[in-house]
């Protein structure tokens, strides 16, 4: 089943506790890029890849970093959370070619609500 | 700055009729626009898209319409179901670019 996988799902942690959400996907898709989305602002972008080693900042990088060594996967990495960063994050992938998005349907996963107290 | 925004955060309309949700954009260099669902405790999924060449697009139950003159976007949804209710985002972005801008999504409530 072609699908985008997030995990963990859910993550309370404490501020400063550095931590990973892996993201996964098995389409053999180029691009993929990590959304927080907060009540009243809807889905803003964090970080996206064109393809391995290939990152760029979205609107709201502060505070996170990306890696792609390998296609399918895409982490992120909260090196010091801090309780702003509380937000519901998803990772999502699409077929590209070159820089033009040639499929702008994106392929969402299911979510990672973190909590930072 | 360049924005996507909808007229409405909520939308109630009764089962077996018809909805519209609208958007309202302001990068006039859009030429690419998306309408996503999202259900609760899912991620977005795509509905239904439409390129600035064109001012409707159907699909099973969807259409879609673009007014570029006004900057404005709707997706129509016939013969709503209690499957239907969601939020429903608008997405837009140009050729070249490398992301998408959403929409603050709109919560669209089917009632019995």
């Known amino acids: 089943e072609a699908q985008v996988t997030q995990n963990p799902r859910y993550l309370i942690t404490v501020t400063g506790k550095k931590l990973t959400v892996t993201c996964s996907q098995n389409?053999?898709?180029?691009?993929m890029s990590w959304y927080r989305q907060d009540p009243g602002l809807g889905l803003r972008q964090i970080y996206y890849?064109?393809?391995?080693?290939?990152?760029d900042k979205g609107d709201v990088p502060e505070g996170y970093k990306v890696s792609r060594k390998e296609k399918r996967n895409f982490p992120l990495i909260l090196e010091s959370p801090s309780p702003n960063q509380t937000s519901l994050y998803f990772c999502?992938?699409?077929?590209?070619?070159?820089?033009?998005?040639?499929?702008?349907?994106?392929?969402f996963g299911p979510g990672t609500r973190l909590t930072v107290t | 700055g360049e924005s996507v925004g909808l007229h409405l955060p909520t939308l109630s309309v009764q089962e077996g009729d018809n909805s519209i949700i609208n958007c309202a954009y302001s990068?006039?260099?859009?030429?690419?626009f998306i309408w996503y669902k999202q259900e609760s405790g899912k991620g977005p999924q795509f509905i239904i898209d439409?390129?600035?060449?064109?001012d409707k697009r159907q699909g099973q139950r969807v259409t879609v319409l673009l007014n570029k003159t006004v900057k404005h976007l709707s997706l129509q949804i016939a013969a709503t179901q209690p499957g239907d209710s969601a939020v429903y985002f608008c997405?837009?972005?140009?050729?070249?670019?490398?992301?998408?801008?959403f929409g603050q999504g709109t919560r669209l409530t089917i009632n019995p």
């Open positions: 999502a992938s699409s077929l590209s070619s070159g820089s033009l998005i040639r499929s702008y349907e994106q392929y």
């Open positions: 389409m053999n898709h180029e691009y």
């Open positions: 890849s064109m393809n391995v080693e290939v990152t």
């Open positions: 990068n006039s260099a859009s030429d690419y």
């Open positions: 439409i390129r600035s060449n064109m």
């Open positions: 997405a837009e972005t140009e050729q070249g670019a490398q992301k998408l801008v």
